[in-house]
């Protein structure tokens, strides 16, 4: 039986919430020296573990059944999940919540990229407008968070920048592929073997880096727990839930709440407070990003 609308827009508000709160539980790790390729690992690994009671009583078989392309697909993208998720766990060692956010929110700007440049498709010049608006935001960010006060004393605010765009990109990556391999694969055994390969690239990340996985204050492990339960399993979750039930304009508005909203916790938290030139240019991203997806559902429509 499909829910009511009152019961999606409940679920659509919780995800609003898991998913923006889960950076506030990334800084609250680091708060207890936690590295960020280890927040990585928890929040990955526990996607893995939640799903693997399926895949031992049922989707192993829907795993063999699957071609071997889609397999080494799926895992690549996991390989791209882990990554993104290690290189924005990192940023926000160096950069503020706000800009994080901000420049993670410009993905369907790569997607769109990436369509074109791998997938040989065309862009309308509405969504080469948005790219162009995200693109005057993002160097209005990266030249404010040159001069801004730093979060920490060691903080690279240039460095943060770079990863979060790099995360992005990356995630992207994982999005182009993961359309690809959806089309003919089951969700769950899809998704397993992405939390899987992104638990193992962000253990290697780990084993590379010379990372110890004991040794933390407990708090700092509940902290990536928590993480793992509103952006892993809630969040990400309850949104794909709804897709099923509602328009992808309602996904869109999602979008562009979830960086605001963390930039509100963190303000209230952290007091975390952007500058005027960083706060105009994550107002230009987010804006590019809309653009670009209506551009995107026009497409779709016509």
Same mark, same amino acid.
């Given at each position: ?19 923006? !709160? ?7 790790? !680091? ?82 990229? !990436? ?71 089951? !969700? ?39 993480? *793992?339960?509103? *952006? ?71």
């Amino acid at each position: 039986m499909a829910p009511s609308t009152a019961q999606i827009g409940v679920l659509v508000a919780i995800s609003i919430f898991a998913w923006s !709160f889960g950076p506030i539980c990334v800084r609250y790790a !680091f708060q207890y020296d936690m590295p960020p390729a280890l927040v990585a690992f928890g929040r990955m690994f526990t996607g893995t573990v939640m799903f693997a009671p399926y895949i031992w009583y049922r989707g192993r078989q829907e795993i063999r059944q699957m071609p071997a392309r889609s397999r080494w697909l799926a895992v690549a993208a996991g390989t791209l999940f882990g990554i993104n998720i290690t290189l924005m766990a990192t940023s926000l060692t160096h950069i503020s919540i706000m800009i994080n956010q901000a420049l993670i929110a410009t993905i369907p700007i790569w997607v769109a990229v !990436f369509e074109v440049t791998l997938l040989k498709g065309t862009l309308s010049r509405a969504i080469w407008a948005g790219i162009s608006v995200a693109l005057a935001g993002g160097l209005v960010v990266a030249f404010a968070s040159s001069g801004a006060p730093v979060i920490s004393d060691d903080a690279n605010p240039g460095l943060g920048v770079l990863l979060a765009a790099i995360s992005a990109c990356s995630a992207a990556l994982y999005i182009t592929i993961g359309r690809t391999v959806r089309s003919t694969t089951s !969700f769950i055994p899809y998704i397993w073997l992405v939390y899987t390969a992104g638990s193992a690239v962000t253990l290697l990340i780990i084993g590379l880096s010379r990372v110890s996985l004991v040794g933390y204050d407990i708090r700092g492990y509940l902290w990536v727990l928590l993480l *793992a339960i509103l *952006a892993q399993i809630i969040g990400h979750g309850a949104l794909n839930f709804v897709l099923k039930y509602v328009s992808p304009s309602v996904i869109t508005v999602t979008a562009q709440v979830m960086p605001v909203l963390a930039a509100f916790w963190a303000f209230v938290i952290f007091s975390e407070i952007p500058t005027s030139w960083q706060a105009l240019g994550s107002a230009l991203l987010l804006l590019g990003v809309t653009i670009v997806l209506r551009g995107q559902r026009r497409g779709a429509t016509d």
